[in-house]
């Protein structure tokens, strides 16, 4: 992993792209609690934090990571989703987005992690009208984004010439 940007990047778009039911990703910021204040987003939605749970250094500005990423699904339904109400079916399907994000995620690695584990699943009290589930997972990843960024280029301007000492007979390049 480079930086924590390109470790959300491949997470949200692995749940984008792989289940078609999900409307929104994004990071969590309490979204759910101030539905009229913020931005609004379609449901069903994920949010993902990222929670740092043990960091060893292994020099050069390298640390392994132990990782904590909370994933939240909300699904506001006013639906009912009591056993055998009419609209049961409908109101369930959040239940069958949760074991899709557990078969998407849990046991996955990627280029910016490994070892995906689901360590938790709880429901969240939203306050309101929707579903609101916290799965927490577990992943290893390298984290280099404390060591400078190096890039390939060109450098013009200069010239090398090879030199060579005649006294002693050598070489330098």
Not at 69 to 86: I, N, P, R
Not at 89 to 112: I, M, P, Q, V
Request: glycine fraction near 8%.
């Amino acid at each position: 992993m480079q930086n924590w940007k390109d470790l959300y990047i491949e997470i949200a778009e692995k749940i984008d792209n792989g289940l078609e039911a999900i409307r929104w990703v994004d990071l969590w910021h309490n979204q759910v609690y101030f539905l009229e204040e913020e931005h609004p987003f379609p449901t069903p939605a994920v949010f993902l934090a990222f929670r740092g749970r043990q960091f060893k250094d292994l020099g050069d500005k390298v640390q392994d990571v132990s990782l904590q990423m909370d994933v939240f699904l909300f699904y506001e339904t006013f639906k009912d989703t009591y056993l055998k109400g009419v609209n049961q079916e409908t109101a369930l399907e959040f239940l069958d987005l949760l074991d899709g994000l557990n078969a998407l995620l849990h046991g996955s690695g990627g280029k910016n992690y490994s070892s995906m584990r689901r360590i938790g699943l709880a429901p969240v009290d939203s306050g309101g009208s929707g579903n609101l589930y916290q799965l927490v997972y577990e992943c290893t990843l390298m984290d280099f984004s404390a060591q400078k960024v190096m890039e390939e280029g060109i450098i013009e301007g200069f010239e090398v010439e090879k030199l060579r000492d005649k006294e002693n007979d050598f070489f330098i390049p």
